[in-house]
């Protein structure tokens, strides 16, 4: 496939230190804030076509992914998924989430709310955290080639560890909503021992 972390071990370590939760995964380095800083200059131009790449690769990997997504968990065929208007719009907009990811990686605060927000929605989206972190390997995997030989091995762990922190505090927000959720639903319902005949 062309890609350093294509190889199974490596995305399956990269996925498994993506289990962390929020508060075990690492924030960004300086050094590595500024490295994905400079290298988004490059990314942002081709984000259309890095969008479209990651989620190709996503659901050639990963095919059960197709699942959460209702448009395409029937299409097979992948030339058709590339030229697909409607996964072009959902890669740009998971390619704006993580332009904001990146414009707010000196403000922690903010990105955290980003993040967590984000986790939360994707539990009305039926999204669950499992393919969270499949998203940041295919990203990596999209924009080597169009870094060329400014991608560096110091750039790649900048970028896993941006994703890793990010994939922790989305499963963060996915938690607290679900447990939002079953806290709302049984307050609705009364509970049927403390009613009286």
């Not at 289990?19 to 800083?37: F, H, L, W």
């Not at 704006?96 to 990811?101: C, N, V």
């Not at 039926?126 to 091995?153: D, H, M």
């Amino acid at each position: 496939m062309g890609c350093a972390i294509s190889g199974l071990a490596a995305k399956a370590e990269f996925a498994e230190r993506s289990t962390e939760d929020a508060a075990a995964a690492a924030y960004p380095r300086e050094d590595q804030v500024q490295m994905i800083k400079e290298s988004w200059k490059v990314i942002r131009d081709d984000i259309a076509k890095v969008g479209i790449i990651m989620f190709v690769r996503l659901f050639e990997t990963h095919p059960e992914c197709k699942d959460v997504f209702f448009l395409f968990r029937d299409v097979e065929d992948l030339e058709r998924l590339r030229s697909s208007r409607e996964l072009r719009a959902h890669g740009l907009r998971v390619m704006s989430f993580i332009e904001k990811s990146v414009a707010r990686l000196e403000q922690q605060e903010r990105l955290e709310a980003l993040a967590l927000e984000l986790g939360k929605s994707h539990y009305h989206y039926n999204a669950p955290p499992k393919y969270y972190s499949y998203v940041g390997a295919e990203f990596i995997c999209a924009v080597q080639p169009i870094l060329k030989e400014r991608w560096t091995a110091e750039l790649e762990e900048a970028w896993k560890t941006m994703f890793q922190y990010l994939t922790g505090l989305m499963k963060q927000g996915y938690q607290e909503e679900s447990n939002r959720q079953h806290h709302l639903a049984h307050k609705e319902r009364p509970d049927k021992r403390n009613t009286a005949l």
